[in-house]
């Protein structure tokens, strides 16, 4: 995906980096949904590791690879194609992301002290992760049904 950063001097067609954060988007719904079946035991104390890996991989790949493609290069180039257009629109999303990403790291800390202590209740990490899951395929649907339809709309224009 980083090779597409030359999508900013023309190099590399928006529509294919649409695409790739829309497969992104994808995967992030398969490891929701992982996460969700992990969590809707009673007791699921014996997958904590599990789901700290799961929460490695938001951090990671959600949190970091994914939202900082989406604002570097896609959001960037949106904006250069009409700075006002589509500006509030933007930020909130931007802010969203960053919301996220408070909220994983929250999680990641929450799971790690749960593993320390085995006979700690659950309860408000299931509903921390169960709020993580619900929010985060919000803004990804508004991400694919909003952003990327408008940046598409604006790659047509730009190169019909």
């Known amino acids: 995906m980083m090779s597409c950063l030359k999508a900013i001097f ?10 790739r954060l829309n497969e ?6 398969t490891k929701l949904n992982e996460l969700e079946t992990l969590i809707s ?3 699921f104390h014996q997958d904590l590791d599990s789901i700290l890996e799961m929460i490695g991989f938001f951090e990671q790949y959600a949190c970091i690879s994914h939202h900082q493609t989406e604002e570097k290069l896609l959001y960037h180039w949106m904006l250069a194609q009409n700075k006002n257009s589509d500006k509030e629109l933007i930020e ?10 408070g909220l ?16 700690k209740p659950l309860g408000e990490l299931g509903e921390d ?24 709309s604006l790659s047509n224009a730009a190169h019909p």
Not at 104 to 119: G, L, P
């Open 24 to 29: 992104e988007h994808k995967l992030i719904e």
């Open 41 to 43: 035991k009673n007791d």
């Open 104 to 119: 994983v790291s929250k999680i990641k800390n929450e799971t790690m002290a749960d593993i320390n202590d085995t006979k």
């Open 10 to 19: 023309g190099r590399c067609k928006m529509k294919d980096v649409i695409e």
């Open 129 to 152: 992760l169960s709020f993580l899951i619900s929010k985060y395929r919000e803004h990804a649907e508004r991400e694919s049904s909003f952003i990327f339809v408008i940046a598409e």
């Open 92 to 101: 909130r999303i931007v802010s969203e992301h960053r919301y996220l990403e």
